[in-house]
């Protein structure tokens, strides 16, 4: 099993511009999140789905929308990139929620310019 | 809002200390988790404790939630290079049981 994965690992965008992170896993997790990871502040979650066809807000939601179109991905999109988005975002999943012993993604650097 | 205190911010200690990392929230916990990040990773997953007063124990690591559940402490004996990374506990929101957050971390360098 690859676990939890996310593409891509880095990338530099403009301002303004847009793009779409996608996570994807392997071990048939109903729960999926998006945190992103800045210095000082911890993982704060941004968006999570609680299943297929569902997702909800989590703590940091603007400027960004998810998608979880099938039960293995869960993409995050970015619609106008703004240099207050530069983080490393990570993706996790887990099995039950009341297990909340989750699975993270490698991450994803980005920074905005 | 509900957030957690770690403390301290970072750590420096010799192979082969110990040392104590703590997470205090001001609600009572649902339960507490414990992961570590090794520097630029991911985050793996290390203990959950759910009931006041639990302890557990896992190679090197002790993890202990008080009778209140709002304060843990992660316990290193003797450490190692290889426990050097990022450790941060994380618990489930009281206000909505499916979101989860964390505490800022504790950057913990072990000197050989």
């Known amino acids: 099993n690859a676990g939890v994965t996310q593409t891509p690992k880095f990338r530099v965008l403009k301002t303004g511009q847009s793009m779409t992170l996608l996570c994807a896993q392997d071990m048939n997790h109903e729960y999926m999140y998006w945190y992103r990871q800045d210095p000082g502040m911890g993982l704060r979650l941004i968006h999570y789905?609680?299943?297929?066809?569902?997702?909800a807000k989590g703590e940091v939601p603007d400027g960004y929308n998810v998608s979880r179109l099938k039960k293995q991905n869960f993409l995050l999109g970015l619609e106008s990139a703004a240099p207050s988005q530069t983080s490393v975002y990570f993706c996790?999943?887990?099995?039950?929620?009341?297990?909340?012993?989750?699975?993270f993604g490698p991450g994803t650097r980005l920074t905005v310019t | 809002s509900q957030e957690l205190e770690q403390s301290p911010q970072s750590l420096i200690v010799q192979e082969g200390k110990n040392l104590t990392i703590n997470c205090t929230s001001s609600?009572?916990?649902?339960?507490l988790y414990w992961y570590k990040q090794k520097y630029g990773e991911g985050l793996i997953f290390l203990m959950m404790l759910q009931k006041g007063g639990e302890e557990k124990s896992h190679e090197k690591i002790t993890a202990k939630l008080d009778e209140k559940k709002q304060q843990s402490s992660l316990h290193i004996t003797a450490s190692q290079p290889s426990h050097a990374g990022i450790y941060l506990c994380g618990a489930v929101s009281v206000y909505n049981f499916n979101k989860f957050y964390f505490g800022s971390g504790t950057k913990l360098n072990v000197k050989p």
């Open positions: 609600k009572t916990l649902y339960g």
């Open positions: 996790a999943s887990s099995y039950l929620r009341d297990s909340y012993e989750q699975y």
């Open positions: 789905s609680v299943g297929e066809g569902t997702t």
